[in-house]
Nanobody, 123 residues
């Protein structure tokens, strides 16, 4: 089973840029979608962006034009490049392979979710 590890978060100012990484323990597979979720001010994790196996991307309205998700199948890594960050982008970011919904809730099963990486945007 593929395990995911998120990294790259930090504390930044509004307007700054940050890139998150999602490293897989094995091949993600070129037919698999990888998505980024954000958890903030509660237990729910909401979809932010996703990328399909052939490179097609989807973004929620709040991040369109600012975020870019990409993948490198050679290194089994997916990235989330976040530009012009806003305070509302604050949260813990998680990645997930082939999500079946745009919102998740506890319990979060070990092996299905990583530890996430925290992003804090100040103004």
């Amino acid at each position: 089973q593929v395990q995911l590890v998120e990294s790259g978060g930090g504390e930044v100012q509004a307007g700054d840029t940050l890139t998150l990484s999602c490293a897989a323990s094995g091949s993600i597979g070129n037919a698999n979608t990888v998505a980024w979720f954000r958890q903030h001010s509660g237990p729910l994790r909401n979809l932010v962006a996703s990328i399909s196996g052939d490179g097609n991307t989807v973004y929620v309205d709040s991040v369109k034009g600012r975020f870019a998700v990409s993948r490198d199948d050679a290194t089994n890594t997916v990235y989330l490049n976040m530009n012009r960050l806003k305070p509302e982008d604050t949260g813990v970011y998680y990645c997930k392979i082939n999500p079946t919904q745009n919102q998740y809730y506890p319990p979060y099963i070990i092996g299905s979710w990583g530890q996430g990486t925290r992003v804090t945007v100040s103004t």
